[in-house]
């Protein structure tokens, strides 16, 4: 499967406990989004990465909230310290460069539930 | 905050008809997008738009965008109950160069 992948699918965490999250986005993507999603909603930014610079990111992430994207290939986001508010979907995607803003290919989400 | 909002929030319809979804943003736009959710699942990205463009067709979807009322519009023709799923438009807002907005979405129900 050559689709943007994410690990893991799912995670239960106690309140307090540090997670985080992986994406592997399609080999030829330069472009790299993280959105979090809850029941009923749409999804909302968090932040975006072109090769490994993280070029935006939303107000909406507190200081617990953390992306890396070291090589420029696969990215990773960490929360810290987790509140029940936290419990979402978390969803990445990548695109191709060569078209502002092209179609988004998404990964099947890390759900999040906080304890 | 949203930038686009879908309407209506939840529609229900027999297999066979057709459904039409409306999206409403505040900023100008390069293009707009549409992408599909089915349940607890990933998105899929269904079609594109340029501002430039005012009507679009991929198989059974039919996209319009009216730049001057700020809107469009997905029709999904001879609808089957596979299409059950959310549909969101997506644009970026003004003021940022990179963040892809998503509205809120419609629940699209297709009952065999």
């Known amino acids: 499967d050559t689709g943007v992948s994410q690990d893991p699918r799912h995670k239960i965490t106690k309140r307090g406990q540090n997670v985080t999250f992986r994406c592997d986005p399609i080999?030829?993507?330069?472009?790299l989004y993280w959105y979090r999603q809850t029941l009923g909603q749409g999804p909302e930014f968090l932040t975006y990465f072109q090769n490994e610079a993280q070029l935006e990111k939303s107000r909406l992430l507190s200081d617990r909230f953390s992306a890396e994207r070291p090589k420029g290939s696969f990215s990773t986001l960490e929360i810290q310290r987790t509140e029940q508010g936290d419990s979402a979907m978390y969803l990445c995607?990548?695109?191709?460069?060569?078209?502002?803003?092209?179609?988004?290919?998404f990964g099947e989400g890390s759900r999040l539930t906080v304890l | 905050s949203q930038q686009g909002e879908e309407d209506p929030q939840a529609l229900s319809i027999q297999e066979g008809e057709n459904a039409t979804m409306n999206c409403s943003y505040k900023t100008s736009i390069n293009n707009l997008q549409w992408y599909r959710q089915n349940s607890g699942r990933g998105l899929v990205h269904l079609i594109l738009i340029r501002s430039n463009e005012r009507e679009k067709h991929s198989g059974r979807l039919r996209v319009t965008l009216d730049t001057s009322k700020k809107s469009s519009s997905l029709l999904i023709t001879a609808s089957r109950a596979a299409d059950t799923a959310s549909y969101f438009c997506v644009t970026r807002p003004g003021g940022s160069n990179y963040k892809l907005t998503f509205g809120k979405g419609t629940l699209l129900t297709v009952n065999p």
């Open positions: 995607a990548s695109r191709y460069p060569r078209e502002y803003p092209g179609e988004l290919f």
């Open positions: 080999s030829e993507h330069n472009r």
